[in-house]
């Protein structure tokens, strides 16, 4: 069903801390134009535990009008069921193409309560879901034995793997085949998992520059592995900066640099400062001068 480069895109905000729906337009159209292949709103990017589901239905709204047909996914990632279930339901209300379905981002669910809660929200919004596997930030493992539970629910289509082992995606294409379309979800694995089976990136630093993350797809799909090397070793100081815990401000200061937007976060975030700040910064710069010519795709 999904393929592609999905960016899990940043929320905008105004300086009085309202959504800013005019600069989302305008970035959420970069990445349409640069090639991407669907967008997922309202994530840990996307600050969505920040927001209210007021405001995630309409990030959703915001990102289909500029979709260009191209699927739009809204991410559940509530820490009750039914709450998750309340907003699944709106989102399928509001025409969402699917969901990316975080099991339980607070409560460490054990693998009986991760497959009821998966179950339960994907049934209340009768989409194609995602299922978002992260040991790392979330603590609760969508390990095989889960996904063989929910094979058999057709509402499962896909399989965000950010587990931080690059060994899952072989086993889930040895264990399950094309069953599920499974994504890479971490940035500086991405060559790895998509030259070892995945067919999908959910990826982060695409927001600030997309023209490379689709490159680096588009070449792999195609077998130029060594062209999508060559672009990817420059890439991969900028894709580290996904992988930490400021990767909302790492993320945000690159699309300052890059595509000219704000850095504005929601409290309790702060942008970045002081010697942090500098260091990012200096990756962005250094990249950005060094960038390499793209090749004809």
């Not at 500029?66 to 509530?78: D, H, M, Q, S, Y």
């Not at 879901?129 to 979330?138: G, K, L, P, Q, T």
């Not at 792999?220 to 991969?236: N, S």
């Not at 993320?251 to 409290?267: F, Q």
């Amino acid at each position: 069903m999904w393929s592609g480069v999905f960016p899990a895109v940043t929320s905008k905000f105004t300086q009085d801390d309202n959504l800013d729906h005019g600069e989302m337009e305008r970035c959420f159209s970069l990445l349409m134009e640069a090639g991407c292949d669907g967008l997922i709103v309202v994530g840990s990017l996307g600050e969505g535990p920040m927001l209210s589901h007021d405001e995630k239905i309409e990030v959703l709204k915001t990102a289909q009008g500029v979709a260009r047909g191209k699927p739009v996914l809204l991410t559940i990632n509530e820490a009750a069921t039914r709450d998750g279930a309340a907003l699944a339901k709106r989102a399928a209300k509001a025409g969402a193409d699917g969901l990316m379905l975080v099991p339980s981002p607070i409560y460490h669910t054990d693998p009986e309560e991760t497959v009821t809660t998966l179950k339960a929200v994907a049934a209340a919004g009768d989409l194609p879901v995602m299922i978002y596997s992260n040991r790392i930030a979330y603590r609760v493992d969508v390990t095989s034995d889960i996904l063989a539970e929910l094979a058999s629910d057709n509402h499962f289509v896909a399989i965000k793997e950010s587990s931080d082992d690059i060994r899952r995606t072989t086993d889930i294409v040895n264990t399950f085949g094309t069953r599920f379309d499974l994504f890479t979800g971490v940035d500086n694995l991405a060559f790895e998992a998509l030259t070892a089976g995945a067919i999908g990136w959910v990826a982060g630093l695409v927001t600030a520059f997309p023209k490379e993350t689709v490159a680096i797809y588009k070449l792999v799909l195609a077998g130029r592995y060594a062209e999508a090397l060559e672009i990817y070793r420059w890439f991969r100081p900028l894709l580290d900066l996904d992988v930490s815990t400021y990767l909302v401000q790492n993320i945000k200061l690159a699309e300052v640099h890059e595509i000219g937007t704000n850095d504005r976060v929601r409290l309790p975030r702060q942008p970045l400062r002081g010697e942090r700040r500098a260091a990012v910064e200096q990756t962005v710069k250094d990249a950005i001068a060094s960038r390499p010519k793209l090749p004809v795709l």
